[in-house]
């Protein structure tokens, strides 16, 4: 199957209030030309260095995602161009990017990653954490940022029931801080899903898939 083919076809299977964003880490930028053309506009990169390698080679009117585990020194690399970053996970690194942000006279959008996965590796806020920051003054100080929403990443396994007991808690969580509406603070997007749990997300309410294999072949 081609990339054309496969974007068209996870699109003909997402509802209308779902945005996909194709996953082109570790690919070159001729795929993501064909999906381009293929009328793909949003794109997640995980690494700094390679987004920053292809930004200036695709149109300008991609949206770049950052997907990655985003380390604070890094931020100023991205902070020119990128859309939203998805996984933020510490107050230090909000900070970070509102101070570059400020820089190139922008406000970057962000979602929290939150930790539901039952893997030691993976990154994110638990709930305690997300709710201090939420209601911190600190946030409150941050102008150039804008936190839109939630991240999260289920546990790599084939039983479905767990992951969509991940899914579901992740979408509590999300319906229990959406009403905390400040200046700077308005959660609207879930991102949850990929290539394996795409559907289950969509059935337990994310609003934001990230696939890349589907739509790319496999890394
Ligand atoms: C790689 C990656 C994806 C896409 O994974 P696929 O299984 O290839 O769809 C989605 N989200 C994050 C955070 C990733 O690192």
Request: proline letters at 2%; hydrophobic letters at 35%.
């Amino acid at each position: 199957m081609s990339i054309t083919k496969n974007l068209q076809h996870i699109k003909s299977t997402l509802p209308e209030n779902v945005t996909l964003v194709a996953v082109s880490k570790t690919k070159p930028v001729n795929d993501l030309m064909e999906a381009y053309n293929a009328g793909q506009r949003i794109f997640g990169e995980n690494y700094v260095q390679e987004l920053v390698d292809k930004q200036p080679q695709l149109p300008n009117d991609v949206q770049w995602h950052f997907i990655g585990h985003l380390q604070s020194n890094k931020v100023k690399y991205i902070a020119p161009f990128v859309r939203l970053i998805h996984g933020v996970d510490s107050l230090r690194l909000l900070q970070e990017i509102n101070k570059q942000a400020v820089k190139n006279n922008r406000i970057i959008e962000c979602l929290f990653q939150v930790y539901i996965a039952e893997e030691e590796s993976k990154f994110g806020l638990d709930e305690k954490e997300l709710s201090e920051i939420l209601s911190s003054e600190e946030l409150k100080k941050l102008k150039n940022i804008k936190l839109v929403g939630l991240m999260g990443m289920s546990t790599f396994t084939d039983n479905q029931q767990q992951v969509k007991k991940e899914f579901q808690n992740l979408k509590a969580i999300f319906d229990k801080y959406r009403i905390l509406k400040t200046e700077n603070c308005e959660l609207q997007t879930l991102s949850m899903g990929m290539s394996g749990d795409y559907k289950l997300a969509i059935d337990c309410g994310s609003t934001m898939v990230r696939i890349g294999s589907s739509i790319f072949g496999s890394r």
